[in-house]
């Protein structure tokens, strides 16, 4: 049954086609089944069911109402069997008249359900008394209450299944402008107006809403007609998911995504990009609807002041409390659309509904460049003192930012097939502006940075324009971007210097993030080449700056304090260096001055000891990596006359491990094996070797998999397998897939590849870096080293870094000589190192 009705084409072509046939099937059968109830209980359904909104695995809810739900029991069993045998599998629930005012007052999420309802069998008149009794409760305390209550519930939705219309994989029925948004809607409307969706044509519960809502003249005709395809197409989308996995999934992650370009004839490798920028229109429209039809109830329930009490803001525009009105006749131009929304930012206010669908109507219908009324307007909203971030947000929800700045247009809906982005393009840049807005009056370096800029516009134009031709192709998109940003600058009418400015901002979007966390921050040539690239403190601190906005608004689990920190550490030297002018060997110079202070730090440590220590690493990173404290601990462990020693501490989110141990090929192999077999996820390491072949490789860890810090009984057992792998008595390759199979599990609930395992090389002053990208695996990092120190390579520094399940593994490599490995080696290299982990990744 299930099959034939929700055939694909079909299902995509007339989505609540399927749904209703299927619900009157089993409409039928419960009625079958309820043949012989006459009067003491009523079959009604519930939910989807009662809708005719139903996807193939959707529940079939049905209740039974009764006047005794005990006598009642078995007539309900005989109900709940013959639905079985007919092929029903329904989830019941029983309820009787006197519980109706127990559950208005303790339950407001289950009694606004009870809205949704259908008669199919037994005692019609117990039914109508019931429905009457449902209404009869409606006093306006409890409808004020449940009004409130159903906010709520759907604020906790939207924050646990997506916030944003434009989720990269969204939960169909439950993200924000999801099924649900609508359905709430509906619950509200029986609320506030006491009246049921009674209608036995047939049809689907949202034609029977829309029908409803034009009848009263409570929305634009227009606008309805856009929310019932809108409903339609997540409709689809969800008997798509249903019928491809065989049972109920309501995520559309991205191969459901591919497969559903495809059912709907776009065979093209990125068609899924088409398809997604549909859905989030779809999705656009129902949580704009969800949110005008909340606003226009309140208006109802709450007092608003009267028209008399308006503000004139010019001869089109007033103000009335908090909600912006047009008085001239529709429609509007692009450039009263772009004063709107300025007006709209400069008094933190809404628009009316009039103006609200009239601002849809003008974006939906314009073509072309803006007017230069238009862009003047444009730049004043990006010169706002505050709201910038918020207006440039419903601008785009809206159309109006592809109005004013066409270029967006194609950003819209744009979705970075990456597992660490949660958002579409669009949406990811407003929320970039938004989060870099939200630093005003902030006290940590990055708001007090914000807060002295003379002028953030040019800040807020980097961020809108920093994707800008991401659509055009994902790799090298910087590139492309800063010539578009010069292109739109100058028709905007900014000056040479500010187009320079902001096309230096766009083209090197990446620079920070790729020299703090791919790269050794300690390395004089590193710090050497970002100085000479960002020149002056303007600009660096405008990169700081949207560095930040660009992470913090791809996923919100990215920005943690580890990588705000490397940032940070990126900015205070560079900014030293400009300032004083001086090269990255100075700034990290100066160590044996710093002698007698770290023999203050231990009475084992003499002066002499810590000078000799430090000309013997000599290497300018290592006194800024450790502290004087650690230092004079390495000092200890080294005259303690060990094997090998370890020492275990902590910083806010790691465990630190270092080892001090005589250098040898496979030493950091055998180390990352040793810790991974303990379930110590190495974050990052850095090694350092002395003169005298004494290494001091150093280990920040999690727990794997909860990523928290180790627990206090783990470094003892650790401590033991490292002595054993570092003397080469640890079977680390048998260890290591014993450990996979331990966490087999796990590692198959990561998110699937979307990329290809891939290695690239650098060349530097002193090594070649050699960058590895591969999906996350258990093994990664020791297979890595192990494959390294075969080919005699020697590591000298490895910045371990994850994003979403993508790794992105940095090190700083020799030869046997101690120079940079030669570019004819580089083919053997990424030979070895991809056929390492290909059982792995």
């Not at 270092?658 to 990352?672: G, I, M």
């Amino acid at each position: 049954m299930r099959k034939r009705v929700f055939e694909p084409s079909r299902s995509l072509a007339d989505p609540t086609g399927p749904s209703v046939e299927f619900a009157l099937w089993i409409e039928g059968a419960a009625r079958e089944a309820s043949k012989d109830i006459s009067e003491g209980v009523a079959v009604v359904s519930t939910g989807s069911f009662a809708r005719r909104e139903l996807s193939p695995f959707s529940d079939i809810d049905v209740t039974f109402v009764a006047e005794d739900a005990e006598k009642a029991s078995e007539t309900i069993g005989r109900v709940l069997t013959g639905l079985w045998d007919g092929g029903v599998e329904a989830s019941h629930t029983v309820r009787q008249l006197e519980d109706l005012p127990r559950v208005a007052a303790e339950d407001v999420a289950s009694f606004t359900q009870l809205f949704e309802s259908r008669f199919l069998a037994g005692d019609r008149e117990l039914y109508d008394r019931w429905r009457v009794a449902i209404l009869e409760l409606l006093d306006p305390d409890t409808v004020v209450a449940a009004f409130e209550n159903l906010q709520r519930e759907t604020e906790r939705r939207h924050k646990k299944y997506g916030g944003s219309p434009k989720i990269v994989e969204p939960n169909v029925k439950n993200s924000c402008g999801g099924l649900r948004d609508l359905q709430t809607a509906e619950w509200m409307h029986v609320l506030l107006q006491g009246e049921y969706f009674d209608d036995e044509s047939g049809r689907a519960q949202i034609d029977v809403f829309v029908d409803r809502l034009r009848d009263r003249n409570d929305a634009n005709h227009a606008e309805l007609e856009r929310l019932a395809d809108a409903y339609r197409r997540l409709l689809g989308v969800r008997h798509v998911l249903h019928c491809a996995h065989n049972r109920r999934v309501d995520r559309f992650e991205f191969e459901d995504q591919k497969r559903y370009a495809r059912l709907a004839g776009d065979d093209a490798e990125d068609g899924y990009r088409a398809a997604m920028k549909t859905y989030f229109a779809a999705a656009t429209v129902v949580n704009r609807f969800y949110k005008t039809f909340v606003k226009r109830r309140k208006r109802h329930i709450y007092r608003t002041p009267p028209d008399s009490l308006s503000i004139q803001l010019d001869d089109a525009f007033g103000l009335i409390d908090d909600t912006i009105v047009y008085r001239k006749p529709a429609p509007l131009k692009p450039a009263d659309v772009a004063r709107a929304f300025f007006y709209r930012g400069e008094n933190g206010a809404i628009f009316d509904e009039r103006l609200r669908e009239a601002v849809v109507e003008t974006c939906a219908a314009a073509s072309g460049p803006p007017s230069a009324a238009a862009t003047a307007w444009f730049r004043e909203i990006l010169r706002l003192p505050a709201n910038v971030g918020a207006t440039l947000s419903m601008m785009n929800e809206l159309g109006a930012l592809s109005l004013l700045l066409p270029e967006f247009a194609d950003l819209s809906g744009f979705i970075h097939n990456a597992v660490y982005h949660c958002y579409a393009a669009d949406e990811h840049t407003v929320h970039a502006v938004e989060n870099v807005e939200a630093l005003g009056g902030d006290a940590t370096e990055l708001g007090e940075i914000f807060t002295r800029l003379p002028d953030r516009e040019l800040l807020y134009v980097a961020v809108l324009l920093h994707d800008i031709a991401k659509p055009h192709g994902v790799e090298g998109h910087e590139i492309l971007g800063a010539e578009m940003a010069d292109s739109i600058m100058q028709r905007l009418g900014y000056t040479d210097r500010e187009i320079e400015t902001v096309a230096f901002l766009v083209a090197n979007h990446f620079l920070m993030t790729r020299a703090a966390f791919h790269r050794n921050l300690n390395d004089p040539d590193t710090l050497d080449h970002f100085v000479e690239t960002v020149e002056t403190v303007e600009r660096l601190e405008l990169l700081y700056l949207l560095t930040y906005a660009d992470l913090s608004a791809v996923n919100p689990a990215l920005w943690t304090s580890w990588k705000h920190d490397l940032l940070k550490t990126l900015y205070a030297k560079a900014r030293r260096m400009i300032e004083r002018e001086i090269d990255g060997a100075t700034l990290l110079g100066g160590g044996a001055e710093r002698a007698e202070s770290i023999s203050r730090h231990s009475e084992r440590v003499s002066e002499s000891d810590a000078r000799e220590h430090i000309e013997l690493v000599d290497d300018g990173g290592y006194l800024a990596h450790f502290s004087e404290r650690e230092v004079a601990r390495h000092i200890e462990a080294l005259n303690h006359g060990e094997a090998v020693e370890l020492l275990f501490g902590e910083t806010n989110e790691f465990t630190t491990v270092a080892v001090v141990a005589n250098d040898t090929p496979r030493l950091l192999a055998n180390l990352c094996g040793a810790l991974t077999i303990n379930d110590a996820d190495i974050h990052d390491a850095r090694i350092f070797t002395r003169k005298d072949g004494v290494a001091i490789d150093s280990f920040n860890v999690v727990d794997y998999p909860s990523g928290e810090k180790l627990g206090e009984e783990r470094p003892p057992k650790i401590a033991d397998d490292v002595r054993l792998a570092v003397a080469d008595l640890l079977p680390l390759d048998d260890q290591m897939t014993r450990t996979r199979a331990r966490w087999r599990r796990v590692e198959n609930r990561k998110p699937a590849p979307t990329g290809e395992t891939r290695v690239r090389f650098e060349r530097a002053n002193r090594f070649t870096i050699i960058d590895v990208f591969a999906p996350d695996r258990i093994g990664l990092l020791y297979r890595i080293t192990e494959t390294l120190a075969r080919l005699e390579i020697s590591v000298d520094y490895a910045k371990i870094s994850t994003n979403g399940g993508e790794a992105r593994d940095s090190f700083y490599v020799r030869n046997r000589e101690r120079s940079p490995i030669s570019p004819n080696y580089y083919p053997i290299v990424e030979t070895e190192l991809l056929e390492a982990l290909r059982d792995i990744t």
